[in-house]
T-cell receptor, first 116, second 106 residues
Framework: EAQVTQNPRYLITVTGKKLTVTCSQNMNHEYMSWYRQDPGLGLRQIYYSMNVEVTDKGDVPEGYKVSRKEKRNFPLILESPSPNQTSLYFC???????????????FGPGTRLLVL | EDQVTQSPEALRLQEGESSSLNCSYTVSGLRGLFWYRQDPGKGPEFLFTLYSAGEEKEKERLKATLTKKESFLHITAPKPEDSATYLCAAGGKLIFGQGTELSVKP
């Protein structure tokens, strides 16, 4: 079954404690991205990757890091989380054609993060 | 600045009452206008992609249309199971609108 998986699904942490949210896809997609979703602000892109070892900033990259060492995995790293990073996070993947994500982006189930 | 705006923010319909959701966009280099459905606590689920003005796509009770400045998602004779938030996105980097929360009452 084609899918994007994220772990953990729920996470409560404290300010400053480094954490990683994993994302994996089984569709051989080149393009992967991370979004955060906040009430009234919609989905905003944090980082994206067009292929292995190629990443770029989205609209709200501050406080986040990513890496793309393998095609299927795209972890999101919060090195020193702060309360304003409390949010619902989604990973997504798709094929990459002609400078943009190709048609369907498959989204993961989401990770709900609370930073105290 | 690239921008995608959806209206209304929320829409309540009776079962069978047809209506439309609007998505207005101003983006440079449109590479498609995307519609998604999102159920509470879940990730967005892809519905349609439209690439050029005049294009239309249908799926069950949903029909998406595209002009040079906006897209409409028409819902014909909706059922309670159509209740969800509908998101549109546009641009090469996929700028998302804030969504329309649709509620269909029996």
């Amino acid at each position: 079954e084609a899918q994007v998986t994220q772990n953990p699904r729920y996470l409560i942490t404290v300010t400053g404690k480094k954490l990683t949210v994993t994302c994996s896809q089984n569709m051989n997609h080149e393009y992967m991205s991370w979004y955060r979703q906040d009430p009234g602000l919609g989905l905003r892109q944090i980082y994206y990757s067009m292929n292995v070892e190629v990443t770029d900033k989205g609209d709200v990259p501050e406080g986040y890091k990513v890496s793309r060492k393998e095609k299927r995995n795209f972890p999101l790293i919060l090195e020193s989380p702060s309360p304003n990073q409390t949010s619902l996070y989604f990973c997504a993947s798709s094929f990459w054609i002609a400078g943009g994500p190709r048609e369907t982006q498959y989204f993961g189930p989401g990770t709900r993060l609370l930073v105290l | 600045e690239d921008q995608v705006t959806q209206s209304p923010e929320a829409l309540r319909l009776q079962e069978g009452e047809s209506s439309s959701l609007n998505c207005s966009y101003t983006v440079s280099g449109l590479r498609g206008l995307f519609w998604y459905r999102q159920d509470p606590g879940k990730g967005p689920e892809f519905l349609f992609t439209l690439y050029s003005a005049g294009e239309e796509k249908e799926k069950e009770r949903l029909k998406a249309t595209l002009t040079k400045k906006e897209s409409f998602l028409h819902i014909t004779a909706p059922k309670p199971e159509d209740s969800a938030t509908y998101l549109c996105a546009a641009g090469g980097k996929l700028i998302f609108g804030q969504g329309t929360e649709l509620s269909v009452k029996p």
